[in-house]
């Protein structure tokens, strides 16, 4: 199955600043797709990013506060922007590499926003 | 829509009792897929096992076995003989193919020794 590399594992940011996630996935994949599992909750999902094609966004969850990048079939970006302490969670994403195999996810970035 | 529900939100046991972690399901789907994930304190997704719609056997993997019903739409998941590295957030999750995981509200189990 696919390996997924996400970066920062954690930040602390300062309110109404930016963080951008990244992940990097050692083999092409179509979809990739990004959570949010805020302290003690199960995984949302953000949104679907597709190469080539701007992102599909959940409800709740809009364009401006967190743009995704896709540039390739093995790279994309998750910006969570104008932080507050509410968007402190811990931020994941997921490929769908092979129908053999499970969802592959990023070890995830716990963002902390102070 | 889908929807996955794991009605226990803890579970504590004491080390070797058995076990069962529950999941309920909904879809209209008649391909789908289950999923089971453990997220130990550190936080990383752990993949457990995944369960095609027209698969219904058991399966058991050591000390883990898992029942697919799809008669009552269940796939539950029982640790036999529970250990204190079995501690950790259980997630029952469902898919179409090809589509995002839909994820239960997980089950935070509790392993005493």
């Known amino acids: 199955s696919a390996v997924i590399s996400q970066k920062p594992s954690r930040d602390i940011c300062q309110r109404g600043t930016s963080l951008t996630i990244q992940c990097q996935v050692d083999?092409?994949?179509?979809?990739m797709f990004w959570y949010r599992q805020q302290p003690g909750q199960s995984l949302t999902l953000i949104a679907t990013?597709?190469?080539?094609?701007?992102?599909?966004?959940e409800s709740g969850f809009v364009i401006d506060k967190f743009p995704i990048s896709r540039p390739n079939l093995t790279f994309s970006t998750l910006t969570v922007s104008n932080l507050s302490p509410e968007d402190s969670s811990i931020y994941l994403c997921?490929?769908?590499?092979?129908?053999?195999?499970?969802?592959?996810f990023g070890s995830g970035t716990r963002l902390t926003v102070v | 829509a889908q929807k996955v529900t794991q009605a226990q939100t803890e579970i504590s046991v004491v080390e070797k009792e058995d076990v069962t972690l529950d999941c309920v399901y909904e879809?209209?789907?008649?391909?789908?897929?289950l999923f089971w994930y453990k997220q130990p304190p550190s936080g990383e997704l752990v993949f457990l096992i995944r369960?095609?719609?027209?698969?219904?056997q058991n399966e058991i993997s050591g000390r883990y076995s898992w029942n697919f019903q799809k008669s009552t739409s269940s796939f539950n998941f029982t640790i036999t003989a529970s250990q204190v590295v079995d501690s950790a957030v259980y997630f029952c999750?469902?898919?179409?193919?090809?589509?995002?995981?839909?994820f239960g509200k997980g089950t935070t189990l509790s392993v005493s020794s």
């Open positions: 997921s490929v769908f590499p092979d129908r053999n195999y499970g969802y592959t």
């Open positions: 083999s092409q994949v179509t979809m």
């Open positions: 990013a597709n190469q080539g094609s701007e992102a599909t966004y």
């Open positions: 879809t209209r789907d008649t391909t789908y897929y």
């Open positions: 369960r095609n719609s027209f698969d219904e």
């Open positions: 999750a469902l898919t179409s193919a090809g589509t995002a995981l839909i």
